[in-house]
Each structure stands twice: as structure tokens, then as C-alpha cells.
């Protein structure tokens, strides 16, 4: 910055601007014609360096233009002002620091220590003193030239020559004085004519910074953002991002309107299955029943979807020949089962929606509620509570190490007659569930029983007796019978339970391979072996060290009757249900009348293998269902 300053014009023009290292700007001066009057100095050029000297010999150490003030040299031991009409000057020996600005107001200095300067108002005081010790540069704030600093203002703007009227140059009036100063963005001597240039900013970056491009201006200047020279290169590669972005932001637009697309078209879809599955039909009902609309929901589509993250494989819990059955969790928290159909018929999606109010008017404690249905799919899902602790096929067949024991076993039979019972009788319209199988018997954590998966089920008026229907169910249950004429009556369900109580006696599958064949039916491998008194051939040997071989008898006889040939001969489940509940309670004995459930089944009679082979025909009943084609199911 001083730099900058020194090479300003500070000078008359034609007259030396320093002696020494000692700049002297104007109105001081050393040369005739190079000072105002009363500024007057001297340069004794015989010392190396040269030396500023005021007119009594006080050396100048610097001139400061903006302060006011000169720097001087000397060991000050009293001081008055000297008000005369010539050179600025001091009395004897004694260095002072003057003020030489011609506008600086006329001050006075009190020295209380050797460094503690207070500068007063001259009116409040008439003398001061100076006290210093060694070299001391006193900065005094006043000026001791009558012609100067005596004037007052009005006399200084008569002036033709008062140095502050020009451009680019401010004043400061402080106690009717003036002391010039060059404008913000200017720079040089104020009193000299034109001696206030402009400062080129854009020269000192390290007092202005500008991180773009510095434009000089008057007083100021601008700083612009660098204009930058792109390649060819660059710029292809700017167009090449451009043309990539457009091109996202296409495909993210075409890709936006193909979703909505999509999305309008799957509403139309489920709005066309929910007509089609008689939604509107079955909302009706809903509305017009309050027990049912207690009970059941109607469920959307996205409701369930969100509920199995969108029926994703990792909440598959099972599936059957009728579907796929998912673990989901509704926006309640309630944990559901959603059964997800198989594609079936149209004839039995038409009857569907009689079948679940059925179900959703049914409320037994080992059956599984049914929560709701969806019908905006092609063949509509329905939610049944979810049951956490598997099947009772898992339990007797599986790897379990938590073996069922009997006593437990008996009470899931009779759970499970009841839940039947119930079905077939204590409802104005009969339902046949016509797939009882021990898959289709859910256990809970206390291993309650529930019957479960009604997709094949039927309704039947109570004064029915049987209908003709398409043969559906689970090899090694399914009633040969019902097989044969397509006849479904309730004692196609009977023979199925039948074949579940002889699981629950012997831990074997339905279908199992023996030493003599491959693929042996349960049903008729238990049934010959009773025939034949041998029920401790196969009889599960836990039952037998658990003590319950005579009950294990009465439930045997039961079942034994419950796999009879014909229908007829085999007993209501009420009464299953009523000779399970005496053998539970322990109130019937083998040689009781009560076991006789069926007389004609529970006696010793002919068609046990002593009138025309039933025995046998039984056995290739069971052969013919092996062989045939195709069951459903």
C-alpha cells in the first residue's frame, strides 16, 4: 500500500517529493516555489542520508497528510504554543509534533506521564506542558502558525485558493475548521490541483479480492463472474449431458404415464371381477345383515397386497390342492391367513359367494373364522384367522420332537367331531366340507383344534340327503362311495374322520409302503386288521406304554366303523362326536353298549369278512382309487 501511495504525485509539479526517507508532500516543501506559505522546510542534504529538519533544526521523522500531524524528534521538557507569522517553528531545544493541516482544528495536549496524551479543547485551557523522557514522538493535534489556524471559516472560503474546493476532495470541518482528505476510491494530495486520482482496484487484488473479472471504475469498481471459453470438446460433452438428462427425464415421463396406465387399467380389472364375483350382491347382504357385517369385510385388493408385501413367496405358510395360503398382517395388526385359489370353474365361483356367507355366519370355537374375502381377483381370496402352530398331519407325521400323547390326541378327535358335528347339523343349511384331512387341521399354541380350508365345501338344504357333484378330496380320505356315484352326503365327511382317528392310533400316513406293496391304503390296512382282531399290530406303541390300549380299543371300533363301505352303515357325526366325549371322560368301557354308536357297524357282522367279501371289496375299492387317472385334489 505504501508503495502505491509513494508513486502517487504528492508534490508540485517540478518540486522533489522527499528528502531522505522522509516524503514531503504539499503544502510542505524545501525548494522556493514548492511550499505554502508557512510550511516551509529544510533538507540538509550534507547527511547520509539526507534529514527533514524544521526551521529550528527539529528533526522530521514523517508527514501524514490524513492525520494531520508531524512526527518529530527530541527529549521535550516544557512547551508553549508560538503563535507567529512565519515559519512553523519551536522555542529553544524542544521537539514537538505539529499540527500542519491548515483545516485541523486548534488543539491542545495535556501530558500527565511520560506516555498518557489528552488532547482538550483549546477554549477550556490557556497553557499546557509536555513532559518526555529520551526519544519521544509527541502527536500533537495543533497548529501554531497565526496566518493558518487563526482564520476562521468564513475567511477561508473567501479564499480564492482554499485548497478543498475541487473534485474528488472532501472536507472535515471540526471546530469551524477544515482538514482535506481525497474521496473513497481516490487517492494522493488533496491539495494539490487533480492530486486525488483514482485507485485502480483491480491492480491491489490483495486489499480488494475479486474471484471473477475486475473491472476498474470512478471511485470503485466491479467484480463480474469469468466469462469461460468452452472447447469443442466441453461443449459436446455439455450437450451430450444435456441430451442424457432430457432423455431420463423422457423416460421417467413415459414410464410415469405407463404406470397411471396400468394402474387405471387394474382398477378396471378388479372392478370387473368385483362384478363378476357378485361383490355388489354380497355387499348387499352385508349391509342387510348386521351379525354378518359384524363378522366379515370385504377387502380390497391393495388392502391384502400390502398385508403380504405384495404376496411375496417368504409368507407362503402352506398350500393345498385348492391354493396357496399366505401369513399377513393387516393394517389393525391383526395376524391373518389369506387363501389365494386356484383358477376353478365359473360354476363354482357363481356359488361361492352363498358359501361365504355361510362360513362368515359360522362361529364355533374349533373352526377357523373367517375374517372377510377379496373379490377384485379373478377367483376371490379369503382371510381366515391365522392358526401359528401348524397342522396336525405336522405333528403326527413330521420330524416333531414333541410327540402328541394320547390323552392329547383324544381330545383333538373330539375337537374335531365337534367342529364337524357342528357343520352338519347346527345350521338351517348343512355344510359338507368334503376335504377332511389331518392337513386340514390346524393346531394352536395349545394345541386346540380348528378345521380349516373350506374351498371345497358344500352347502345343503337340511332336507337333503345328498347331491351330485364333481369328485373332489384327498386320496387316502376320500370316501370310496362318494368316488363311485359322486354322491356327496355327510358320511363322505364321516369316512374321512374315520381315517383321521386311525392316524391319531397309529402315526401312520394314509397312504404308506408296506413290505408287500407300495402305496397301501390306510384305511384298508386298518379295517382288515381289525377285522381280524389285530389292532396291536399297528397300534402306536406310545399309546400302548402310556396306558391307553382299552380306550385306544373303543376309538379303533369307532373308526372301524366310520370306514364302513357303504354310507349307511356308518354312524352321524353327533354320534362320533357323543361316543368320543364318553371315551374323553372316561365313562365307557369296551364291552358297553355305548359303543355301539352304529349297531350294525360297531357288532361283529358279516360284512367284516364273513357276508360276500366286504372286507375284501374294500380293499380293492381302495386299489381302483389308486389307479385312477386323476383325482381332483
Known amino acids: 500500500m505504501a508503495t502505491a501511495v509513494a508513486a502517487v504525485q504528492v508534490a508540485l509539479p517540478g518540486c522533489p517529493q522527499a528528502c531522505g526517507n522522509v516524503t514531503v508532500p504539499y503544502p510542505f516543501g524545501f525548494r522556493r516555489g514548492c511550499f505554502r506559505k508557512g510550511f516551509n522546510l529544510t533538507c540538509d542534504e550534507t ?5 527533514l529538519l524544521l526551521g529550528d533544526g527539529v528533526e522530521v521523522d514523517a508527514i501524514s497528510l490524513a492525520d494531520g500531524t508531524v512526527h518529530v524528534q527530541t527529549k521535550v521538557v516544557a512547551f ?8 512553523v ?14 483545516t485541523v482544528l486548534q488543539w491542545w495536549l495535556d501530558v500527565d506521564s511520560d506516555r498518557d496524551l489528552v488532547v482538550k479543547d483549546p477554549r477550556s485551557a490557556s497553557r499546557w506542558r509536555c513532559i518526555s523522557l529520551n526519544s519521544f514522538a509527541a502527536y500533537i493535534g495543533d497548529a501554531v502558525n497565526k496566518d493558518w489556524f487563526n482564520r476562521n471559516e468564513n475567511d477561508m472560503m473567501l479564499n480564492s485558493t482554499y485548497p478543498c474546493e475541487q473534485a474528488m476532495v472532501e472536507s472535515v470541518l471540526i471546530y469551524e475548521k477544515r482538514r482535506c482528505n481525497c474521496s473513497k476510491g481516490y487517492e494522493g494530495n488533496p491539495y494539490i490541483a487533480n492530486g486525488c486520482p483514482d485507485i485502480d482496484e483491480c491492480l491491489r487484488p490483495d486489499v480488494y479480492p475479486c474471484h471473477g473479472t475486475c473491472i476498474n471504475m470512478p471511485g470503485t469498481y466491479r467484480c463480474s463472474a469469468k466469462k469461460r471459453i468452452i472447447s469443442l470438446a466441453g461443449l459436446i460433452t455439455i450437450i451430450a449431458i444435456v441430451a442424457g438428462f432430457g432423455l431420463l427425464f423422457s423416460l421417467l415421463g413415459v414410464a410415469q404415464v405407463t404406470k397411471k396406465l396400468k394402474k387405471r387399467r387394474a382398477k378396471k380389472i378388479r372392478q ?32 391384502l397386497e400390502q398385508a403380504t408385501n405384495k404376496f411375496d413367496h417368504n409368507r407362503i405358510l402352506g398350500g393345498g390342492g385348492h391354493g396357496t395360503v399366505y401369513k399377513a398382517i393387516l393394517s389393525d395388526q391383526r395376524v391373518v391367513a389369506i387363501k389365494k385359489a386356484k383358477i376353478v370353474v365359473q360354476r363354482e365361483i357363481d356359488q361361492f359367494i352363498n358359501e361365504v356367507a355361510i362360513l362368515s355366519q359360522i362361529n364355533h370355537r374349533n373352526v377357523v373364522k373367517l375374517f372377510g374375502c377379496c373379490l377384485e ?20 407325521h413330521g420330524k416333531s420332537e414333541n410327540h402328541l400323547s394320547w390323552k392329547t390326541r383324544l381330545r383333538i378327535a373330539l375337537e374335531t367331531a365337534r367342529a364337524i358335528a357342528y357343520l352338519h347339523s347346527a345350521a338351517s343349511i348343512s355344510v359338507y366340507h368334503r376335504d377332511i384331512k389331518c392337513a386340514n ?11 380349516s380350508d373350506f374351498g371345497a365345501s358344500r352347502s345343503i338344504a337340511i332336507d337333503e340327503t345328498g347331491i351330485l357333484t364333481v369328485v373332489q378330496g384327498t386320496y387316502g380320505y376320500l370316501d370310496p362311495e362318494y368316488y363311485y356315484t359322486s354322491r356327496l352326503t355327510e358320511k363322505s365327511d364321516v369316512y374321512s374322520f374315520g381315517v383321521i382317528l386311525a ?15 407300495e402305496g397301501t391304503s390306510l384305511a384298508s390296512h386298518f379295517v382288515s386288521l381289525m377285522s381280524g382282531n389285530r389292532l396291536s399290530d399297528i397300534l402306536d406303541t406310545q399309546i400302548i406304554h402310556e396306558g391307553g390300549v382299552e380306550d385306544a380299543e373303543v376309538v379303533a371300533r369307532l373308526a372301524q366303523a366310520c370306514l364302513s363301505l357303504k354310507g349307511e352303515e356308518r354312524p352321524t357325526m353327533r354320534q362320533v362326536e357323543t361316543t368320543l366325549e364318553d371315551v374323553h371322560n372316561s365313562k365307557v368301557k369296551l364291552s358297553s353298549q355305548i359303543t355301539r354308536v352304529n349297531q350294525s357297524a360297531m357288532k361283529d357282522q358279516p360284512w367284516m369278512g364273513n357276508k360276500g367279501g366286504e372286507g375284501t371289496r374294500l380293499y380293492s375299492l381302495e386299489k381302483e382309487i389308486i389307479q385312477s387317472s386323476e383325482i381332483p385334489r
Open 441 to 451: 387341521i390346524l393346531l394352536t399354541d395349545t394345541l386346540i383344534a380348528k378345521v
Open 47 to 51: 547527511r547520509r542520508p539526507p534529514r
Open 272 to 303: 370387473k371381477f368385483f362384478k363378476k364375483n357378485h361383490g355388489l350382491l354380497l355387499q348387499q347382504l352385508i349391509s342387510s345383515n348386521k351379525d354378518i357385517a359384524e363378522k366379515m369385510k370385504i377387502f380390497s385388493l391393495e388392502e
Open 89 to 102: 517553528g519551536a522555542r529553544r531545544s524542544i521537539d514537538h509534533n505539529y499540527s500542519c493541516m491548515p
Open 377 to 396: 381377483t379373478e377367483v376371490p381370496l379369503l382371510v381366515y384367522e391365522f392358526i401359528s402352530n401348524g397342522t396336525l398331519s405336522c405333528h403326527l
Open 80 to 87: 508553549r504554543p508560538l503563535y507567529t507569522n512565519g515559519a
Open 503 to 517: 392316524e391319531l392310533l397309529t402315526s401312520v400316513t394314509p397312504v404308506f409302503s408296506s413290505h408287500s406293496s
